[in-house]
C-alpha cells in the first residue's frame, strides 16, 4: 500500500486516477483547487477511509509525505487555460517545481501529464516522441504549450541533476464521462449542443484532424507507464485513429439522433491543423494500445451527458 499525491485529483482524468488508486489499496492525498474540477467528480469517494481531499493551489508549496505522485493539476480546455494565462503558467512552472522538490525530498516517483500540445501545430505527421515540435512561443495557446514543455525540462533536469525518479506522458485529446458540461473542449461541446438541439459549433471550416482516446483507455496507459521500471518517457498516450472535426460533428448528431446543425464560427489563433500520436514506443515499451473505437467511447459519453443534462446538473 502507497500513499500517492493525485494533483488536479478533481479534474476530469485526475478523479479517475483517484478512484483507480483506491480500488488498487493506496492511500489517495486528493489535492485541487476547485478550477475546473468538481466536487462531483469525487463525491463518490469523500466517505472512504483511504481518501483525504486537501484544498490547495499548487502555484503555492507544500509540505506533504507520499510515496508517489500524479501530476495532473492544470487546466486543460483551451477556454480555461486562456481564461488567465498567467496563473497557467505559474501553474506549469511554478506548481511543477514544487512538485519536483516534494519528490526530491521524499524520494517519490512522480509522473508529469503533459500534452500532445508540445509538438505544436506539428509539421511531422504523425508525430513521435523524437519531434521536437513547431510551437509558437508567443501566441494564445503558448501559456499551455509552452508551459509544458518547461513542465518537461523541469522533469528532466530534475532527474539529471538530482536523480529525481520521473515519468513524463503526452497525452492525446482524452474524452469520456466526468468532462464538465461546460468544459469547452469539442467532445463535450458537440455531445451537449447536439443533446440540447443547438447548432453544433464547428471553428474553422471542420477539415482540422484529431485523435480521440476514450478515458479507460488513457487510464490503462498512464497505469503501466507508472509501473514499468528504468523508462521515464516521455511516452505519447493517445488514440491513434484519426478524425477531422466536421467528421466528428456528423458522427454525433448520429449517434444522438439529433436534429442539431452544424454551424461554423472562427478558427481560434494557431488551432493545430492536424493531430495524431505515433505509439510505438508506448506498445513497445507498456505493451500498450487502446481498444476503445470512438463510437463505443461517444456512446458511454453522450449516456453520461443525458444523465447530468436530465438532472439539470451544472456539472
Ligand atoms: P481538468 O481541467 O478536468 O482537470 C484539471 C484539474 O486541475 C482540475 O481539477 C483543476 O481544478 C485542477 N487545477 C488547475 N489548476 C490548479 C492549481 N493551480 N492548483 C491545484 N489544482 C489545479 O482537465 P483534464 O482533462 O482532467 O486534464 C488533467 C491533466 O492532463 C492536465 O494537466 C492536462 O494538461 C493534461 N492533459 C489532458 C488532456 C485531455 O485530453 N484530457 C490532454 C493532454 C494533457
Ligand atoms: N473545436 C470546434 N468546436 C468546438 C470546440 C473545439 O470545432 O466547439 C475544434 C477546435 O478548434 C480544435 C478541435 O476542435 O480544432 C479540438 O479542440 P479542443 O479544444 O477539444 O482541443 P485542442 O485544440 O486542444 O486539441
Redesign the pocket.
Known sequence: MKRVLVTGGAGFIGSYICERLLDEGHEVLCLDNFFTGSRRNIHHLMDHLNFELIRHDITQPILLEVDQIYHFACPA??VYYQYNPVKTIKTNVMGTIHMLGLAKRVKARIMLASTS?VYGNPLQHPQTESYWGNVNPIGLRSCYDEGKRVAETLMMDYHRQNGVDIKIVRIF?TYGPRMAVND????S??IVQALKGEDL????D?S?T?AFCYIDDLLEGIFRMMAVENFTGPVNLGNPAEFT?RELAEKVIELTGSRSRIKHLP??AD??TQ?RPDIALAREKLGWEPKIPLEEGLKHTILYFERVLSKGDPA
Open positions: 480546455s483551451p500540445e485529446n469547452g473542449r469539442v467532445v461541446n458537440f459549433t464547428i471553428y474553422g471542420g482540422q484529431r472535426i478558427l481560434p488551432d493545430p493531430r
